[in-house]
């Protein structure tokens, strides 16, 4: 053991140790951990040392669900059963003192940690405290690289980490990013992980060309510089591919889920085989060497829900070091140690080279020519977008519990809590999860754990509204408003609306209820009259319903939100029966516009023919429609690869057209004449029975509104199917596109080429399809065509000017990576296949200022208001209007994240929302003042933290990489917090609610 | 913890504390061991007991060789590893002193022992002094029932309890017989456990309809009298039928090899099911309890090779337990706990009812109406006899250890054993060895095992006989002498022939050696004149050869050993060149005959057609073919059985005649006039190009013996071929004929019958199968036709007269029973088809002195002379003739054991060979003098031991099952040992060479 030199991290007691409280509080430990780089085995400087890994990879749902696994239920579709894992790694950790455990995914170790004794987990404590049990990655959840939204992503890492911290202190805290799995790489994780403190990261999958050139190159260990606009070495991260994915390497697998021969040692007993393993395994060590740089080398030993017997693995693991080793007298030059990801990345470091450095991202990734990994972009596009809202609406119960105080957690209307949403957000951001490529059955119990944390958060709502307003009337939530649903609106003759901005600054929004009456009375906040009209509800929208609502018409209204705040709008029926109808316009009109855009249509076909911004005088031909690529069933010459739901393989490059004309294009027009419309001009094509799109221009928006309803797509003809929604346009685009990073900073993209190698396209377009998490753009020199999407979604631009995004997927076979059913999806409500409905947002800017539109807009979208309603008339006294905030935040800021930590203690997140020099205006940095953030909490006093909240930022000290660690410009007082672009900052605040 | 009763039982301080040793040497115990009985949990008088015995199922060879299983290797054919198992199972028994397990196959508990730490040692002890680890049945193996040999099953029982025994003293005691998988039951193998000592007997395999009444009549609980001879009770053995097979419940398996729902008792996860598993536990023990007699029912929560993950099974069972019990406090009056089957069998004894008696056996068995488990009689029968006589080879082995004294291990040979031979033979008992039923790497396995035994004790065989004769010339094996090779005796012009008697009676013995001269002079011991003939190594013979071996002519002589030792010929050629072949008689002779036996053949045919016993003037008509029956493939309207290596079932229940006469009949004249052939005669009958036979009637002999010889059997018709010889005679057998068990007492067969229910014969040939062990007959008042086989077969009576013995099987399908392969047998010598050679042995008599013959002629089958050669003239100070004995022992008395068992401690095993009534002469009680036994002992002491010899006799005290134990009449003194008949006793002899 060594010296003790750190003190356990005991958090609630360091809380307020930093600056603003002074005087740090202390601890002389009892005991003295050597947990972390000190409790790594001694390695021999003259050897090939061969670093043995134990571990497990629990995914957090994808055959099973979630509890399935932790429990070891259902065993008859795959057999894993985490409570026996870590039952049975604990005991055998306690054997021999030289074995190591790593354990990745905290969802599963804190179902298992509340079931054990004090004894156990005093037990656990100890074999953490001495580095035998390390955790690595830590978060809830092995999360998606390419379907996560980096608010949510944050979120469960904090919330795995935080477990982590407050129940085994500063040992507990990984040192290691550890993503084996997940199918690609973002920049945007990389970034994360290194502002979350990690020393190093470590993964599995890349694509085959890239990896088979690093081999030769010897450069699977390198250095990413995560961020164009962050500061290096803020953003950098070591990164290391693991050599066999997150296998054993051949005939080394001793699990009991393996066939792999055990090392038969007893000479009385058949088949001694020592001296042939000791051979095929030192003859697999200098193999691996070859292809690394140092003498120093990696071999993860294990896999899948692996080690429920750890016994099977450690007995053999302990034979195989001692059979090894000992060859060490016969002049081996192999040595073999018990070890962890941590303590490699140790070594690794201390041989102190320059590693190579690395700038894109690891999209798309294909295991072989014909197997690109881009199908999942896409796959469950329903699942993609209740995890978004739900994200929406996590983001907003977060700040209404601050908001709200302890009655927001017990008030008027019960028990609320934000935990379970948390929770079921935190399991939903795995990489089986929102990444679609679950079981059905396992996507169904996610999307139930998402409705039930609703459930919970309703109440916590509820209960803060409630107190915020003064008024302890009913509150009804309507979930089904994108398909025109809400029994309240339907029926009641007077009701109120509440619309609650999460966003820190104000918004304005138009709301569409469906409703029953002709004419209604509305008034705001204020008492001031609004405008509203009364519409039928759509043909696409009925026919999605299936019975589940019955207005016949939506009543429109363009509402307004302070920041961190709701205003209030009471709504009163005028008149019963249908409207009259709108008198169509004697012919189809060819235009609309509003102050900023104008739209035009071909006569002919009804579809979109240009965009213009009126307020730059740019225009640009524009015409979109909708195709389907036809999914390889794998009867094909060259490779047997089927489109799953993983991988994206069409069977011909050329999608098939859904229809060349919109079946009829009616233009309404509502209060004021057709083209200039007051509130909105809507257009209602149909494509075809199964593809119908909705085309909307607020009155007050920037962005061009086309809303695709996609499904059920027919199958019938034996064809899989994955639509797409494509823009054609005049831009020059020179093969060049543009994608998000998990929502955050942009990439740029070309055809058929890859940054870091020289690529052979074997799939034209699968191969240049990448993931869009928030929004895509192409540009030229004058212009810039952006789509915000509302969810993550596959896409690509495979001809100039083009850009397709990816809507829906329907597919008849498996593809053979793993979850052994075909993607297609049905439900009770769809039982002929899912129906999905969706928005995209297209703007058009020049490129200098395309990011002053966008980022707000996308914003908006990921963070939309939450509307509930009361029925009847509200008590006089009634708060009709509030905001959380002393003031509007600029521009630039983003309240990344408002949540109650302690009982004394919220956790805030100020992000600067803009990349360096995306925009003039805002891509400089900006300072907020904490103290005069919140109008209902006193500031106490603020600790800044890593981004993951588990340690305070003073005390992150990385391992440096050859880079000097610079010190942050100061803030201007404890208070006055700035912030450049893209960054994100993380405070505890103590607070005392006014 | 009860008071200490028992000592520990060391067995070295103990061994001498009997009788004739005077004052028994007691040890104060250090710790006081609860095993046993005493160990018991409490159960609850008024309820429902259900008792809960973990077990797992380890077959000793199977899919797997024994080592192969013991590690876990080959885990691609079966998930198998009992090393995992036992480590596992010690490590969850020591977390909750209420679990128990028991645990039976000693041959892995061997190996695992051996491989473990003092430290794990004595926690292993400390579990089984707590009766929290049993060991239950404890031979090495679980045997086969219906193919072993007693004498065979008695030494690996003898060894496993052994080793228990000195391992773990008297809580290493097993007391109950524990053979759950065996297919079908010997009432041999339950009078051998009853002198065992054990209390009781549990199995799991029975006929179905059997079943299904003994169900309703609640007679799934007996005692079963298990010797028609021995007075009761000690025979008699109590004998439970376990409710499923020995599988858990269905629903209750929680073993990492099922799929059975786990139980989720942590409300805050999903799927919490313990109210589901409560009430589907509560209905199946509720259920259980109607078919059992009393308030207790015994659950076995295990099975094959189960238990590697003990975990699984133990935090599964310890949450019923508890909710199951919890409900006792709302009414329930189900009481579950952890117990053993001796727990079991305790509490079925307090209840102290009156049970059913049973005096048949359990054979055949069936488990379906078209599926009996009676192919695996005869399956592999090169297997069954290499098992044969390597337990032959073993009992000479032992006892030429013994004669031999140390010098037997470590003499001018090297170092011999006995040990590895013990071994090997001990695992061939196995239920999946000796059976015929494992798949063929692992027969193969079975077999090098033995062939590696064979070498072991050949060395201490050649320092034995090396020190008993005085010379130390090499001493040569041949084990090909049964198809005529030995390439000394093919060589040599001079060579002395070895023929060690392991019987305790002097035999005569005809011998049969490969030559390639003409004519040789032969010496006995005395040195007197031995006549010898020498004949054409025959058309059959050359034919299996296979080139390893090229002996022209074959010496025949006749020789002759004392009892338990040896006599010396000495061999010289004469003349070089081929015989002159034998003047064929004119015309193919109809009869040959010696001064006991006389028998006719067809001349047309010539088949036998009629068999004489001359000394008692009695004939009967008496033909014998060969037929095969078509093995079914499945595809049977009725059901799919196919026949395979554990189930026989013919497509139709006509066999087909493989041919209708000889293919031609040679009688060779030799030495004498053909009708008073002086050494023998034979006959080659050519049934077909894949079946022969050469009769022979030796002169000394009262059997007529038939060598048979199949295969290649055909498959090029694909069609699987069951080949038996019938003996069709005039014998009036109305029904019935007689089979032995296990070489021992014999039990009556009546066709289409069951002695304890009312059979529905669905199989009219499968279905009136019975194993053969050693014999069988059929006789009316006047004649009774006797067959002595070399190796167990299948055989029946289907028709008055006739009796049938399945010789060889070949079959294209597998069963479905588990092994996975048909049993289709080839090996690098015989690709197109393994050969087999074999004898029967008739002989004909009045029933009352049928046994006279059949007892002491089978005896010479089993333990046959073992004939080694030196090469050369002998030196003239050779002692040529050697006996261990005293004097020859009286007919009815079988030296059943004659081992090594420690420094100065010799096992003795003495038989009364006769069952009671079945020899006017023999049939009686018989006394012999131990001190006058052994020619080279003396004797110092005596102690009686059980059957097994881990028990004192005077200390087995065996549950009463409501039967007075009777007091044994007391022996004339220590050294005077009566035997009634059937009766084995067992002797621990304190020698000392003389």
Same mark, same amino acid.
Do not use: C
């Given at each position: 053991m060594a010296t003790p030199e750190y003190t356990p991290f005991v958090f609630l007691l360091l809380l307020f140790q930093s600056g603003v409280w002074g005087v740090p509080v202390c601890q002389t430990p009892q005991e003295s951990p050597t947990c972390g780089y000190k409790s790594c085995h001694a390695t021999k400087p003259g050897m090939l040392n061969v670093h043995l890994v134990p571990h497990t990879h629990d995914d957090v749902g994808w055959l099973k669900t979630v509890d399935q696994y932790f429990?070891?239920?259902?065993?008859?579709?795959?057999?894993?059963?985490?409570?026996?894992?870590?039952?049975?790694?604990?005991?055998?950790? +306690?054997?021999?003192?030289?074995?190591?455990?790593?354990y990745v995914e905290t969802a599963f170790f804190y179902r298992w940690w509340k079931q054990q004794t004090d004894d156990m987990q005093n037990t656990v404590k100890q074999l953490v405290n001495e580095g035998r049990l390390e955790f690595v990655n830590g978060g809830w959840c092995m999360s998606d690289e390419a379907t996560t939204h980096y608010s949510a992503v944050i979120d469960q890492m904090t919330m795995g980490l935080r477990f982590l911290n407050d129940t085994f202190g500063h040992c507990g805290r990984p040192r290691v990013a550890w993503h084996i799995d997940p199918f690609g790489h973002a920049r945007e994780h990389a970034s994360m992980f290194a502002q979350m403190g990690y020393d190093g990261f470590f993964f599995g999958r890349l694509d085959y060309q890239d990896r088979n050139r690093r081999m030769v190159a010897r450069e699977? #260990?390198?250095? /990413?510089?995560?961020? #164009?606009? +962050?500061?290096?070495?803020?953003?950098?991260?070591f990164t290391g591919i693991l050599p066999n994915g997150y296998n054993p390497p051949e005939g080394f697998c001793w699990d009991q889920s393996c066939d792999d021969p055990p090392i038969r040692d007893d000479p009385d007993l058949e088949d001694y085989n020592v001296d042939d393993v000791v051979t095929r395994f030192l003859h697999i060590a200098h193999g691996q060497a070859l292809v690394y740089k140092t003498n120093h080398i990696i071999m993860t030993m294990g896999s899948d829900f692996q080690y429920e017997n750890a016994n099977l693995w450690y007995?053999?693991?302990?034979?195989?070091?001692?059979?090894?080793?000992?060859?060490?007298?016969?002049?081996?030059e192999v040595n073999v140690l018990y070890s962890t990801p941590s303590c490699y990345l140790q070594e690794l470091h201390r041989v102190n080279l320059t590693w190579p450095l690395k700038g894109d991202d690891f999209f798309p990734y294909a295991d072989s020519a014909h197997?690109? /990994?881009?199908?999942?972009?896409?796959?469950? $596009?329903a699942l993609k977008r209740y995890e978004r809202i739900s994200n929406s609406y996590l983001q907003t119960c977060k700040q209404l519990e601050v908001l709200g105080g302890p009655i927001s957690r017990k008030g008027p209307f019960g028990a609320g809590d934000s935990e379970t949403l948390k929770k079921a957000m935190a399991v939903a951001q795995h990489h089986d999860a929102v990444s679609g490529t679950e079981k059905q059955h396992v996507a169904n119990d996610y999307a139930r754990k998402l409705a039930n944390g609703w459930a919970h958060c309703q109440v916590l709502v509820s209960n803060t509204l409630s107190s915020l307003s003064g008024s302890s009337a009913p509150r009804v939530y309507c979930e089904h408003l994108n398909i025109s649903v809400c029994p309240l609106t339907e029926t009641s003759k007077k009701f109120s609306v509440n619309v609650y901005n999460p966003l820190a600054r104000p918004?304005? /929004?138009?709301?569409?209820?469906?409703?029953?009456?002709?004419?209604?009375?509305?008034?705001?906040?204020?008492?001031?009259a609004v405008d509203s009209q009364v519409v039928p509800v759509s043909q696409a929208t009925a026919a999605v319903r299936r019975g589940r609502g019955y207005a016949v018409n939506e009543l429109l209204f363009q509402v307004q939100a302070p920041p961190l705040g709701y205003s209030t709008y009471s709504v009163s029926l005028l008149q019963n029966g249908p409207p009259s109808p709108p008198s169509p316009?004697?012919?189809? $009109?060819?235009?609309?516009?509003?102050k900023f855009l104008r739209v035009t249509f071909d006569r002919e076909t009804g579809l979109l023919s240009s965009l213009s911004n009126l307020e730059t005088q740019q225009t640009v031909k524009l015409s979109q429609n909708f195709y389907w690529y036809n999914a390889s069933d794998g009867n094909n010459s060259e490779s047997i690869q089927m489109s799953g739901a993983y991988i994206f393989r069409p069977n011909t490059s050329t999608p098939f057209i859904i229809s060349k004309t919109s079946l009829y294009l009616h233009v309404f027009q509502y209060n004021s004449i057709c083209m200039r419309p007051t509130k909105r001009s809507r257009f209602i094509p149909w494509f075809s029975p199964w593809v119908s799109q909705v085309v909307r221009l607020y009155t007050d928006s920037r962005a061009l509104e086309l809303e695709w309803t996609v499904g059920p797509v027919p199958i019938g003809d034996d064809l899989g199917k994955e639509v797409i929604s494509r823009l054609d346009s005049s831009i020059n685009s020179s093969g060049v596109f543009y994608t998000d990073s998990n929502g955050r900073e942009v990439l740029q993209r070309r055809k058929d080429y890859r940054p870091t190698w020289n690529l052979r396209q074997s799939e034209p377009i699968a191969g240049n399809y990448y993931p869009i998490n928030s929004r895509a753009y192409i540009k030229d020199d004058k212009d810039q065509l952006t789509v915000v999407t509302d969810r993550s979604q596959g896409g690509g631009s495979i001809q100039d000017g083009s850009l397709e995004i990816m809507l829906h997927r329907r597919l008849l076979y498996d593809d053979v990576r793993g979850v052994g059913e075909p993607l297609n999806e049905t439900s009770d409500i769809y039982p002929e296949g899912l129906v999905v409905r969706g928005r995209h947002l297209l703007s058009l800017s020049p490129p200098a200022m395309a990011a002053d539109t966008h980022r707000p807009l996308a914003q908006e979208v990921v963070l939309q208001p939450l509307i509930t309603f009361t029925d009847g008339e509200l008590h006089p006294s009634t708060r009709l209007e509030f905001s959380g905030l002393q003031a509007v935040l600029p521009p630039a800021v983003h309240l990344l994240t408002v949540s109650q930590w302690d009982q004394d203690t919220v956790l805030l997140r100020l992000e600067h929302q803009y990349q360096a020099s995306e925009s003039k205006e805002h891509s400089q $940095?900006?300072?907020?003042?904490?103290?005069? +953030?919140?109008s209902t909490l006193d500031m106490l006093g603020v600790s800044e933290m890593?981004?993951?909240?588990?340690?305070?930022?003073?005390e992150m000290t990385r391992l440096d990489w050859k880079k000097p660690l610079p010190k942050r410009g100061g803030d201007p007082s404890v208070w006055e917090v700035s912030l450049k672009p893209m960054e994100i900052r993380t405070f505890l605040l103590r607070v005392r609610q006014r």
């Open positions: 429990y070891g239920d259902r065993n008859d579709i795959q057999h894993a059963g985490v409570q026996y894992i870590l039952d049975s790694v604990v005991d055998q950790l +306690l054997k021999n003192p030289d074995r190591r455990f790593i699977q #260990e390198m250095l /990413w510089r995560a961020s #164009e606009s +962050l500061t290096p070495p803020m953003a950098d991260l007995k053999n693991l302990d034979k195989l070091i001692r059979y090894v080793n000992q060859m060490q007298s016969n002049g081996s197997d690109f /990994w881009t199908g999942y972009f896409t796959s469950r $596009p918004v304005s /929004w138009p709301v569409r209820l469906p409703v029953n009456g002709t004419a209604y009375s509305i008034s705001d906040a204020k008492g001031k316009l004697p012919r189809a $009109p060819t235009a609309v516009q509003n $940095p900006v300072t907020v003042n904490l103290q005069k +953030l919140f890593n981004l993951s909240a588990n340690q305070w930022k003073d």
